[in-house]
């Protein structure tokens, strides 16, 4: 059975049925798959991005079920305040901003736009932000089409958009975990917008609150579908639910460790070479699950993540920030090949 699904996955014809039954397989021969492909499909170096995550607000009106960070602390920077912290990761190499908060009612395309521009006249850095979510309410707010509301981001320097808020694309789901979010269909349309802008996107799946198997499965199958249409996904980051400081945290206990290597391994599986790089992420999994979920189909170990308030919040121990040779160490410590790259994965010598 594995050999014929480690060609299917090759072949793109992984079908649902296929996944499914892939959930109560064998686990070490599910990994040892995921990993093969892994392998073939992109080779044995392990790629992570210089990077700073800047936490604008933690004011948010959307209310989400799983969310530690809304008013956790209760802050608004300032834009001195955000070009200083910028300015901190430049000065150590970082090639990418990412920019993350809440949403807020005067968060609109004007908002977003004067900070963009003003980032991109002090810096020349590659700036990742705003999930449909936002970019939705931005719209709203300014009563602008999607469009039009992309567009202006991208003029205003906006490199690439984040694929969060997508937490599992199913509606039934999201009725419970986050009603005031987009819908999967919105959710959908928005990222497709982007892509067929020029705007490159991730794509992400927030795994271990209330969902199935099922409904991880189909969340996976509807980003293949929109990389096969669009092309415009960098990766997929898969995330694991922390439950500490939220009330969904009452309801569940999270994934298992098993669990988070399952779910790399089938997303290895199910995107096969349509969403090439996976990426593990250190800060939601610890240093070294990260390292075994990279020996289960991952080839990304994500950012060297100099500040991440919403993981913490939610109770994650793992520490906030990996230097370049602390990256390198771990990389080299499973017999792999550390490799730098930028946001969309080209190579920074």
């Not at 392998?39 to 530690?68: K, L």
């Not at 980032?119 to 931005?138: C, F, G, N, R, W």
């Not at 990222?191 to 271990?208: D, E, R």
């Not at 990426?279 to 170990?301: E, F, P, R, V, Y």
């Amino acid at each position: 059975m594995m050999e014929t699904i480690y060609q299917a996955s090759l072949d793109g014809e992984i079908t649902r049925e296929d996944a499914l039954k892939l959930v109560n397989a064998n686990h070490f021969q599910l990994f040892d798959v995921a990993n093969r492909l892994r392998q073939e499909i992109v080779g044995d170096e392990v790629t992570f991005v210089a990077n700073c995550n800047t936490f604008i607000t933690d004011h948010c009106m959307i209310g989400c079920a799983f969310c530690s960070f809304r008013d956790n602390i209760g802050y608004e920077m300032t834009t001195e305040e955000i070009l200083q912290n910028i300015g901190e990761a430049v000065d150590v190499g970082a090639s990418e901003i990412c920019l993350f908060g809440g949403v807020m009612p005067h968060m609109d395309v004007e908002f977003y736009c004067d900070l963009f521009s003003t980032i991109k006249e002090h810096y020349t850095i590659d700036l990742h932000t705003l999930s449909p979510v936002e970019v939705y309410q931005a719209a709203e707010a300014s009563n602008m089409t999607i469009t039009e509301t992309l567009s202006s981001f991208k003029d205003a320097g906006l490199d690439t958009l984040t694929g969060a808020s997508a937490e599992i694309l199913v509606d039934s789901v999201r009725e419970k975990i986050c009603p005031n979010k987009v819908s999967t269909q919105e959710w959908v349309d928005i990222i497709k917008q982007a892509h067929q802008l020029g705007i490159p996107t991730t794509s992400t799946i927030m795994y271990g609150s209330i969902e199935t198997w099922e409904d991880r499965i189909d969340h996976l199958l509807i980003l293949r579908d929109i990389q096969r249409e669009t092309g415009g996904f960098t990766e997929l980051v898969p995330m694991t639910f922390l439950g500490e400081n939220n009330l969904m945290g009452q309801q569940s206990s999270g994934a298992s460790g098993l669990d988070d290597l399952k779910l790399h391994a089938l997303a290895r599986i199910i995107l096969g070479k349509d969403i090439p790089n996976i990426q593990a992420s250190w800060i939601k999994i610890g240093t070294k699950m990260a390292q075994m979920a990279l020996c289960c189909g991952a080839n990304d170990l994500g950012g060297t993540m100099m500040e991440d308030k919403i993981s913490i919040a939610a109770g994650s121990s793992h520490g906030e920030y990996l230097t370049r040779d602390q990256m390198h160490t771990l990389i080299k410590g499973i017999g792999r090949i550390p490799v730098e790259r930028n946001t969309l994965y080209e190579r920074v010598s």
